[in-house]
């Protein structure tokens, strides 16, 4: 009788072969076409392989700890936001793509928050610039919790959570005046019916939707300077997300709603062309 060999899921299986940090990492490989499993591109974080299989990771020399720095990268550049000197709050840092990104920016000091345990990049966690906070919700802080003075730049990439809901939240832990550059995920600002199979929001009329009701709470907590642009880069499970930035003062060159539409066609393109690294 032949005994099948044992069989784990392909992100535990790079962590395992130390191909990959972390599942998270893992699961940013897989997502970004990196990983072949026997000379087959891997599709699923959750495909079962086992001990005998050839797994390979093609990692392309990488900027940051993890993709969400190219993402922020990028919003810096289209919003011409500059970090150098700056105090910042990464909220929902995980790996630390967006803390890096900060750093190597010349941010003075990043005040990182993450639910999650064990995810931040050792690299940052022994930067004397990055004060890593763990376990932490960051909807239970309050002004006093963090590093003085208060951060007057906020980055976020959160999951599993409204940022439309959490603002008003983030917005007294910030010094005045502040500015925002935050990562807008439709499938977790969307109702429940309007997220597709494997948790992907694929109308575009939906993602506008979600931009606007982003916009809408970051009004009414005094940012009236808006921007939005289209990621870079999908997301881990193929969906388009969005960069907003939040200031006080509206240039008034652009209306928003055409930015809206700008960035939607966008992500349009960047769904249709399979954006990711």
């Known amino acids: 009788m032949t005994v099948s060999p044992a069989r784990r899921r392909l992100d535990a299986e790079l962590v395992r072969r130390a191909l990959a940090s972390s599942r998270t990492e893992a699961q940013e490989a ?11 591109p891997a599709l699923k974080a959750s495909s079962q392989v086992h001990a005998g299989q050839a797994v390979v990771v093609a990692a392309p020399p990488r900027r940051f700890v993890s993709r969400g720095g190219e993402k922020l990268s990028h919003a810096l550049t289209v919003f011409g936001v500059d970090p150098e000197g700056r105090r910042c709050l990464d909220a929902g840092v ?4 967006f803390t890096d990104c900060l750093l190597q ?9 993450d639910v999650g345990y064990g995810q931040v990049h050792e690299r940052l966690r022994q930067d004397e610039r990055v004060t890593v906070n763990e376990r932490t919700n960051v909807r239970d802080l309050v002004p006093d919790d963090l590093p003085p003075p208060l951060p007057d730049l906020l980055v976020a990439d959160l999951s599993f959570i409204s940022l439309a809901g959490l603002l008003p939240t983030l917005r007294p832990l910030l010094a005045d005046p502040a500015e925002g ?3 807008v995920k439709p499938q977790f600002e969307a109702q429940r019916a309007q997220v597709g199979k494997g948790g992907v929001v694929r109308d575009p009329d939906v993602w506008r939707q979600c931009l606007l009701r982003v916009a809408a709470a970051a009004r009414s907590l005094g940012w009236n300077g808006l921007d939005v642009t289209a990621s870079p880069l999908l997301g881990p499970a193929g969906n388009v997300e969005f960069l907003m930035h939040l200031q ?14 700008r960035a939607v066609a966008a992500g349009v393109e960047r769904r249709r062309a399979g954006a990711r690294t």
Not at 248 to 261: N, R, S, T
């Open 248 to 261: 006080l003062a509206d240039a008034g060159e652009v209306p928003f709603d055409d930015m809206v539409e």
């Open 181 to 183: 550059v935050v990562l």
């Open 94 to 97: 995980s790996t630390g793509g």
């Open 30 to 40: 897989i997502a970004a076409g990196l990983v072949t499993v026997d000379g087959a």
């Open 105 to 113: 920016h010349g941010a003075a000091h990043v005040a990182a928050y």
